[in-house]
């Protein structure tokens, strides 16, 4: 079955503590992406990748890093997690930039 | 920059009463418009995506359709398993997707 995989599903973290949310696709998909959703925000994009190696900001980057070293997996790291980074997130990947996204079911982190 | 503004926030249907959403949009060059729906607590399901004025996408009850600042989805007959957030979403090749805050569709039975 075609799929984003992310893990873990859900995360309660403690302030400052590094912290690695995975990604995996199964499609051969060049663009892959990471999103946050917070309720009156929307869905805000943190990073993208359009190629192994290749790496770009969203409009919320901060406090955060990724890496493509593989086409399937786009792993989204916070090296020291803070409270205001409490959100859903998403990642997603998709064929080309003609195509529609395919979003992982989320990550519900928590940082307290 | 790109923007994208989604109306109304919330709508609430009798189950068979048509209505519509929209999607207004302002970008440098459209290179595409997507449409998604969302259930709580799970991933966006893509359902449409248009790419020029007047193109005109179906799927069961929806149907999407484009003008050069808006979109529309239109919701014929609906369900209560129609209940989600939609979701459109802009990509002007500048930076991948821009996503409007969504319109959260309840249908009653």
């Known amino acids: 079955e075609a799929q984003v995989t992310q893990n873990p599903r859900y995360l309660i973290t403690v302030t400052g503590k590094k912290l690695t949310v995975t990604c995996s696709q199964n499609?051969?998909?060049?663009?892959m992406s990471w999103y946050r959703q917070d309720p009156g925000l929307g869905l805000r994009q943190i990073y993208y990748s359009m190629n192994v190696e290749v790496t770009d900001k969203g409009d919320v980057p901060e406090g955060y890093k990724v890496s493509r070293k593989e086409k399937r997996n786009f792993p989204l790291i916070l090296e020291s997690p803070s409270p205001n980074q409490t959100s859903l997130y998403f990642c997603a990947s998709r064929e080309s930039l003609n195509y529609g996204y395919t979003f992982g079911s989320g990550t519900r982190l928590t940082v307290v | 920059e790109d923007q994208v503004t989604q109306s109304p926030e919330a709508l609430r249907l009798q189950e068979g009463e048509s209505s519509s959403l929209n999607c207004s949009y302002t970008?440098?060059?459209?290179?595409?418009l997507f449409w998604y729906r969302q259930d709580p607590g799970k991933g966006p399901e893509f359902l449409f995506t248009?790419?020029?004025a007047g193109e005109e996408k179906e799927k069961e009850r929806l149907k999407a359709t484009l003008t050069k600042k808006e979109s529309f989805l239109h919701i014929t007959a609906p369900k209560p398993e129609d209940s989600a957030t939609y979701l459109c979403?802009?990509?002007?090749?500048?930076?991948?997707?821009?996503f409007g805050k969504g319109t959260r569709l309840s249908v009653i039975a």
């Open positions: 248009l790419y020029s």
């Open positions: 979403a802009v990509d002007s090749g500048n930076t991948p997707l821009v």
């Open positions: 970008v440098s060059g459209l290179r595409g």
């Open positions: 499609m051969n998909h060049e663009y």
